[in-house]
Structure formats: structure tokens, C-alpha cells
């Protein structure tokens, strides 16, 4: 059947997309998969890493008819992985960036589905294997593409504040001169909670390297750490809600960012540091 019979180059556009959008933000791409939480912060960057292999390496599979049920078979995998991966978060009604295609979409229905349907398509590959390469799957192949991806642009999940992304410069009134080669930016609010309780971790973390509290409105107390006020730092950079850290260079350019409202949170974004 000409459908299934296509399915294999479905997949490979797919695969092979995701990976050079991976690749314009390799950095990018390992605070996404440190977003999941489902694996430690210091096993980020392997994956990241494992993904921009293993991506071309199955398309490269599927390419060449004697490795296609592999082919199919890894990229299965790869979805089913993906899918997992994103049921998690979405049980757990967090808001994370899914790093499919190296863009900053939200994890949700849409992203959910999408992924269901490529492993759909990569199954139907696997089990078809080897076919002659025929002028007509094309077009096919491309139809398969968009019914995978209209039902996630039609549930599409609206990108919420992010944060600074790293390569980009932390805007900030009032940075006080940098005492070392790295600088936490610990933001936090006079009346959150979690930020008080983040608190003793924050000055914890002040014997590793250089940290400075700063919030939007004055009156938060910084247990001996250095406090910044600047009312705009929020909006400016993106960020949704505190508590949230943003690792700098000297020169104030973001090298890792992420929210931080337990020990865990605040370790995943310090492990992204080179």
C-alpha cells in the first residue's frame, strides 16, 4: 500500500529537521531536556547530545532500504521516548519547552499528539521495511506530514514567559561589578513563598560562586548576599514567575537560566553551566 509505503520518508524529513534545529542551539536544546525533570540535571547535556546523534543516524537508516526496519525501529523509540517525556510533564501541569525542533513551543495536547502520530508513522515503517524508492511517495509522504502536524498547530499551546536564553545578554539596572567569572542572578519577590524557602540554598550556593539577589520591589532581605532592585528586570528578560536564577559570564552574558523553586530546579540550571 502506497501509504505505508511512504511512510519511511515522512519520518526522515522529520528526523532529519529536528536534528538541524537542534544543532542552532545545542545549549538550548540541554536546558529543554533538563525542563522534563525526569532525568538529573548532570545527564542533561549526554542526552542532548545523544539526540543530535542518534536523530541522523535513523534517518540515514531509513534512507538506505537494507537498514529501514532499523531505521524505523530507532526512531520509534526516539518517539515513544519523546512521548513518554512529555505525558510526564503534562501530568504534572508544568510548562516546559518541548525542544522538538529547536523552537519554543510548549509541551501540550498539540505537541503530544504530533509525537503520537511520527511514531505512528515510524512503526509503519518499521514493519513495511524495505521498498523500492517511487516518485509518487513523495506527494504521499508529504500528505502523511501534514495530517501528523495540522492537529498540533490547531491545539497549539501559546509560548509563555521563558527567560532569557543562554548567548544573550541579562538585562539588568543597577548589576553591581562582578567579583568572579560566574554570577547567579537569584530573582525573588517580597512575597513568594517558595523564595523564602529557596533562601538558605541561595546563600548555600554563594560558597560556589558569586550570587546577588534581586527583585522588582524593594524591602526583600538578603541574609548577607547582595540585593539589586530593579523594577522592569522581569518584563525585560522574559521571565514568568520567581523564584528564578540566571547564571552570567563577567561580561553579563547568560550562560545557563531556568526556575528554581526547589534544591533540584536550582541544581539543573547550575549543571547546564559550562
Known amino acids: 500500500m502506497i501509504v505505508a509505503e511512504s511512510a519511511y520518508l515522512a519520518v526522515t524529513a522529520v528526523l532529519l529537521v529536528a536534528a538541524l534545529g537542534k ?6 536544546l540541554a536546558r529543554s531536556v533538563a525542563g522534563y525533570q525526569v532525568l538529573p540535571g548532570r545527564l542533561a547535556w549526554p542526552a542532548a547530545v545523544g539526540l543530535l546523534v542518534a536523530e541522523p543516524v535513523a534517518a540515514g537508516l531509513l534512507l538506505a532500504p537494507g537498514g529501514r526496519r532499523w531505521g524505523g525501529v530507532v526512531a520509534g523509540v526516539l518517539f515513544a521516548a ?5 505525558a510526564s ?22 505537541t503530544l499528539l504530533r509525537t503520537g502520530l511520527l511514531l505512528v508513522l515510524a512503526v509503519t515503517a518499521a514493519v513495511t521495511g524495505p521498498v523500492a524508492f517511487a516518485p509518487v511517495q513523495l506527494p504521499v509522504a508529504a500528505v502523511l506530514l501534514g495530517l501528523a502536524f495540522l492537529p ?4 497549539r499551546v501559546e509560548r509563555a514567559s521563558y527567560g532569557p536564553r543562554p ?6 539596572t543597577g548589576r ?3 567579583t568572579g567569572d ?20 541561595f546563600v548555600a550556593t554563594a560558597d560556589r560562586l558569586e550570587v546577588v539577589l534581586v527583585s522588582a520591589v524593594d524591602g526583600y532581605g538578603g541574609a ?16 514568568p514567575w520567581p523564584p528564578y536564577v540566571v547564571v552570567t559570564d563577567r561580561a553579563g552574558t547568560v550562560l545557563s537560566a531556568g526556575g528554581a523553586a526547589d534544591p533540584a530546579q536550582l541544581e539543573q540550571v547550575l549543571s547546564m553551566v559550562a
Open 176 to 178: 553591581p561589578e562582578p
Open 224 to 239: 548577607g548576599l547582595p540585593v539589586v532592585v530593579d523594577p522592569d528586570v522581569f518584563e525585560r528578560n522574559d521571565i
Open 82 to 86: 519523546f512521548l513518554a517525556a512529555m
Open 182 to 201: 560566574r554570577t547567579m542572578y537569584a530573582l525573588v519577590s517580597p512575597g513568594c513563598g517558595l523564595c523564602g524557602a529557596m533562601l538558605p540554598e
Open 23 to 28: 544543532l542552532r542551539d545545542v545549549r538550548g
Open 152 to 155: 498540533a498547530r490547531l491545539l
Open 89 to 110: 510533564v503534562m501530568r504534572r501541569r508544568m510548562a516546559v519547552d518541548c525542544g522538538c525542533f529547536g523552537g519554543r513551543d510548549l509541551v501540550g495536547a498539540g
Open 167 to 172: 548567548g544573550t545578554r541579562f538585562a539588568l
